[in-house]
């Protein structure tokens, strides 16, 4: 995606973000709906959140020892997402992800797990099979050097389709330890659970003693305080986070059941380790925006609000015009497609005209708006984002209707 290929053009470089606004190499500023994929929920330099690292950073940028402050942000983890008793720092998604299908497989005793087709849980090898939006944009349907015996153990059904899973639970008896799905998938574009979704889900790996996986490296704190977990009444065994626990430093963490993680070592065999995880500066920088967005939880509502102006607004303005268009929201994660059925999968999604996004993607980027360069991805709405920024985004898509017609 940073290289525009799906979009086509040259890439912009960016020199420097704040608030709403993202400012390239040559000066152009830009209202961003990117925001780093997923954790600037507050915008981009956050003061108090600039302030905690600079404090911090004097005391050394690693230790490779433990601190307080990692058992802080953990304590602060656990108050405000539901159903997580450990946790374990690491120092990205893939990371998290990673490590949380080896901890069930380590305690199920099982190998094989199912994912979804279009969602995207980091690029360990397991998960590069119909991995979304990356592969998708460079139109990579198998991945060199991943061998057939990690494929073989990656079981794939479309997302929404819960009697796929039922299919592949039946016809794999015994043998899946874990099922991990992002509930709000973001790599294909916007696209939420059907209801009764994530219940039946849950229902099947009840059944069936599989580790049920949320990845919430965006939808984390960004859904609601307490993620995807909260916004659904849907609990998971494992959940994973990424850069938003970081205030957008590279940073992840897996947590769930006390009966599971204590299986990670040194609790447990299940070995991980690294030697940044809990790194100081990725600490103080989640630990400062999470307690914010725990103290402050009319956030979530004002994000809601925007975002749904945002989805109005759009909405009003392409059903002016001759485009057959699907906008998807949850929350604060939102998407158009140019598409003329539902989009509720990776097929629906590919399916969608990518000819058209790209142009009024480059539309608007040359309006000083800027959308994820690619048809497969969510956009992500900050709350530093203004009434008017919003109008401004509205009307650059208004005059793109117009010359479009």
Not at 106 to 124: S, V
């Amino acid at each position: 995606m940073r290289a525009f290929k799906s979009v086509g053009g040259t890439p912009l470089f960016i020199k420097k973000a704040k608030g709403a606004y993202l400012y390239d190499a040559d000066g152009n500023k830009y209202i961003d709906y990117i925001n780093s994929w997923g954790p600037m929920i507050l915008g981009h330099a956050y003061e108090p959140l600039v302030k905690a690292i600079q404090e911090k950073v004097q005391d050394s940028t690693s230790f490779g020892a433990p601190t307080e402050l990692e058992i802080e942000i953990a304590e602060l983890i656990k108050s405000m997402a539901p159903n997580i008793d450990l946790v374990r720092m690491v120092s990205s998604g893939t990371e998290a992800c990673m490590s949380a299908i080896r901890l069930a497989r380590g305690y199920t005793g099982k190998n094989k797990f199912i994912k979804f087709e279009g969602c995207y849980h980091g690029h360990a090898d397991a998960f590069l099979v119909k991995a979304g939006s990356g592969v998708a944009t460079f139109n990579i349907q198998t991945v060199p050097g991943i061998t057939t015996g990690v494929s073989n153990d990656t079981l794939t059904a479309p997302f929404n389709d819960l009697a796929a899973v039922e299919k592949l639970v039946h016809e794999n008896k015994n043998e899946i330890a874990a099922i991990i799905i992002e509930p709000v998938a973001g790599n294909m574009g916007c696209i939420p659970p059907l209801p009764g979704y994530l219940e039946g889900l849950r229902k099947i790996c009840d059944a069936e003693k599989i580790v049920f996986i949320f990845d919430e490296v965006m939808t984390g704190f960004r859904l609601a305080a307490g993620g995807a977990q909260e916004k659904f009444s849907v609990h998971a065994d494992l959940i994973t986070y990424g850069k938003v626990i970081g205030g957008g430093m590279p940073v992840g963490a897996f947590g769930g059941k006390k009966e599971i993680m204590e299986h990670i070592a040194p609790l447990g065999n299940v070995y991980q380790a690294g030697t940044l995880s809990g790194n100081p500066i990725a600490m103080i920088a989640g630990f400062t925006l999470l307690k914010t967005l725990k103290e402050n939880p009319s956030i979530y509502s004002d994000l809601e609000d925007k975002t749904r102006f945002l989805h109005k607004g759009l909405r009003e303005v392409f059903e002016k015009s001759n485009l057959r268009f699907v906008i998807n929201q949850s929350g604060s994660m939102i998407s158009i497609h140019f598409s003329d059925r539902p989009v509720i999968d990776f097929s629906s999604s590919a399916s969608s005209n990518t000819q058209t996004f790209n142009k009024f993607f480059h539309f608007m980027l040359d309006r000083g708006i800027y959308l994820p360069p690619s048809a497969f991805e969510t956009w992500f709405v900050s709350n530093a984002l203004s009434e008017d920024d919003i109008e401004k985004t509205i009307d650059a898509a208004r005059q793109f209707i117009r010359e479009y017609n």
